[in-house]
């Protein structure tokens, strides 16, 4: 787009006001925050090495729960350690390749996640209705393909968000009412029109976020219908309980990106999309490895393996 680089010369960088001016209120926060932080690179880290550790976790299902894990570490780093710093510091600047670059970087991890979360619903529906043929389905070659195709997607659709939003004009002010460079708080300070960008917003919102949705939601009835035919309770129960987190999972992602991504931007308050952008940024990589995989017998078993809790004493 021609005036890609000529535009942003008004605006040289950007004022993240993030949560609150009251510095009480943001010196709790950096606590609440770094406590999040840590806590999802510990728990989301210890997932990935078990993985790698544990033989008996080399299957498809934990190969792409140890790719979640590693998304989820990289997308947190993207926001929360800038965020952190802006919480104790006066000045909250970030400038504008760095605010593009945060952008960018974000929507390549987060469109990836929610493709990667549809890929995972079908590992459970293959799983759980073609049982027998499983491991010849969800081959490592099928399982690698997968997630570049995911991948891939995230590259190329991040780039078009990212462009259509980065080459209108930023003549000023230059405050993002958010506490990172996201595409509906930056898009808020341009002084051109955004209607084409909201359209833009709409669309790429549903082939992101509805189509692997209806994935999700058809493998989930494909195998809810498997489920019922099952004659005992605790076989019913058991495989239930292998979808019950992904479906956790995929609501706290999904619910809050579709409210924040599908709606317009100057409508939506800066407030409430501070607390979404959290849900689906923060809280969930934070939960996941808790909802996820650490509740999870084959990961507690691996855990005490590999800690050598689980040994007998001599």
Same mark, same amino acid.
């Given at each position: 787009?021609?005036?890609?680089?000529?535009?942003?010369? @008004?605006?040289?960088?950007?004022?993240?006001?993030?949560?609150?001016?009251?510095?009480?209120?943001?010196?709790?926060?950096?606590?609440?925050?770094?406590?999040?932080?840590?806590?999802?690179?510990?728990?989301?880290?210890?997932?990935?090495?078990?993985?790698?550790?544990?033989?008996?976790?080399?299957?498809?299902?934990?190969?792409?729960?140890?790719?979640?894990?590693?998304?989820?570490?990289?997308?947190?780093?993207?926001?929360?350690?800038?965020?952190?710093?802006?919480?104790?510091?006066?000045?909250?600047?970030?400038?504008?390749?760095?605010?593009?670059?945060?952008?960018?970087?974000?929507?390549?991890?987060?469109?990836?996640?929610?493709?990667?979360?549809?890929?995972? %619903?079908?590992?459970?529906?293959?799983?759980?209705?073609?049982?027998?043929?499983?491991?010849?389905?969800?081959?490592?070659?099928?399982?690698?393909?997968?997630?570049?195709?995911?991948?891939?997607?995230?590259?190329?659709?991040?780039?078009?968000?990212?462009?259509?939003?980065?080459?209108?004009?930023?003549?000023?002010?230059?405050?993002?009412?958010?506490? @990172?460079?996201?595409?509906?708080?930056?898009?808020?300070?341009?002084?051109?029109?955004?209607?084409?960008?909201?359209?833009?917003?709409?669309?790429?919102? @549903?082939?992101?976020?509805?189509?692997?949705?209806?994935?999700?939601?058809?493998?989930?009835?494909?195998?809810?219908?498997?489920?019922?035919?099952?004659?005992? %309770?605790?076989?019913?129960?058991?495989?239930?309980?292998?979808?019950?987190?992904?479906?956790?999972?995929?609501?706290?992602?999904?619910?809050?990106?579709?409210?924040?991504?599908?709606?317009?931007?100057?409508?939506?308050?800066?407030?409430?999309?501070?607390?979404?952008?959290?849900?689906?940024?923060?809280?969930?990589?934070?939960?996941?490895?808790?909802?996820?995989?650490?509740?999870?017998?084959?990961?507690?078993?691996?855990?005490?393996?590999?800690?050598?809790?689980?040994?007998?004493?001599?």
């Amino acid at each position: 787009i021609h005036n890609f680089w000529d535009n942003h010369s @008004f605006v040289s960088e950007f004022i993240l006001l993030g949560f609150s001016r009251d510095s009480r209120i943001n010196a709790i926060l950096f606590n609440i925050f770094l406590f999040l932080y840590l806590s999802t690179l510990v728990g989301n880290g210890l997932i990935v090495i078990l993985i790698h550790l544990d033989s008996h976790l080399h299957t498809p299902m934990y190969f792409l729960l140890s790719a979640l894990s590693m998304l989820d570490m990289s997308y947190v780093t993207t926001t929360v350690p800038q965020m952190l710093v802006h919480l104790v510091c006066q000045k909250k600047i970030i400038s504008y390749v760095g605010c593009v670059s945060q952008m960018y970087i974000f929507l390549v991890l987060g469109i990836t996640e929610g493709w990667l979360f549809s890929v995972m %619903a079908y590992d459970r529906y293959v799983a759980i209705c073609y049982p027998l043929r499983y491991k010849v389905i969800m081959s490592p070659w099928l399982c690698g393909a997968m997630i570049v195709f995911c991948g891939l997607w995230g590259v190329s659709c991040s780039l078009v968000y990212t462009v259509f939003t980065m080459c209108l004009p930023y003549c000023g002010p230059n405050e993002i009412n958010h506490f @990172f460079c996201e595409v509906p708080a930056v898009l808020k300070l341009t002084c051109a029109d955004t209607s084409l960008n909201d359209q833009v917003d709409f669309i790429l919102g @549903f082939i992101l976020l509805l189509i692997p949705l209806s994935f999700i939601l058809s493998s989930y009835v494909c195998i809810f219908a498997t489920i019922l035919k099952i004659c005992s %309770a605790q076989g019913r129960l058991k495989a239930f309980s292998t979808c019950a987190s992904h479906i956790t999972v995929v609501t706290m992602f999904c619910g809050p990106a579709m409210f924040m991504y599908m709606n317009p931007g100057a409508s939506a308050s800066p407030e409430r999309d501070k607390i979404l952008a959290l849900f689906y940024n923060v809280i969930s990589a934070f939960l996941n490895p808790i909802i996820y995989s650490l509740r999870n017998k084959d990961v507690k078993k691996a855990f005490l393996k590999v800690t050598s809790w689980g040994r007998a004493p001599e």
